[in-house]
């Protein structure tokens, strides 16, 4: 995957992507300065779009499912972990590839179904080839915050 084609994340967004899902991933293709973070927010249901609910309280938080997404993306593109190290030659053909070993290792691993978490790994993906990947790994290594962890597994 040395470069962005729309057309693959087109495939990836009609084929993994919910519905409701679709028109902001679309919009996030198609658009140059595009704000990846708070889309990113929206999808996971860490920031609410404005409503008739009022805030009360402000709740400060570091990581959270958009940070992991992203750190699980991170460590797919950017590093030679031993997670990923078969997964790597496959993905080299297509970015449908990589989101969708992406997103079924983040649906295992937190315990969701993969359609939950399909357009925020494709949101991740496509945020990182949009700038390029080299140039995203290292913004992401320099402001990495590891701190959402998935729920315990019973024994």
């Known amino acids: 995957m040395p470069e962005l084609k729309n057309e693959e994340f087109e495939d ?4 993994y992507v919910p519905a409701h899902q679709r028109s902001i991933l ?16 929206i999808l996971t249901g860490e920031h609410k779009i404005n409503g008739p609910i009022v805030k009360t309280s402000i709740i400060e938080r570091q990581g959270g499912m958009w940070q992991a997404v992203q750190d699980e993306v ?5 590093t030679k972990s031993a997670k990923y190290k078969s997964e790597r030659g496959e993905a080299g053909i297509s970015a449908k590839n990589a989101i969708g070993i992406i997103a079924a290792s983040l649906a295992a691993t937190y315990h969701v179904a993969f359609g939950v978490i399909a357009g925020v790994v494709t949101l991740a ?6 700038i390029t990947k080299n140039a995203w790994c290292e913004l992401k290594k320099k ?3 590891k701190t959402f962890q998935p729920p315990p597994t019973s024994p």
Do not use: P, Q, W
């Not at 991170?74 to 950017?78: E, G, Q, R, T, W």
């Open 143 to 145: 402001n990495s915050i």
């Open 125 to 130: 993906v496509m945020s990182a080839f949009k």
């Open 74 to 78: 991170f460590d797919f593109l950017c």
């Open 26 to 41: 679309l919009e996030a293709l198609h658009t140059s300065n595009f704000d990846f973070n708070a889309a990113g927010l």
């Open 12 to 15: 990836a967004i009609n084929e």
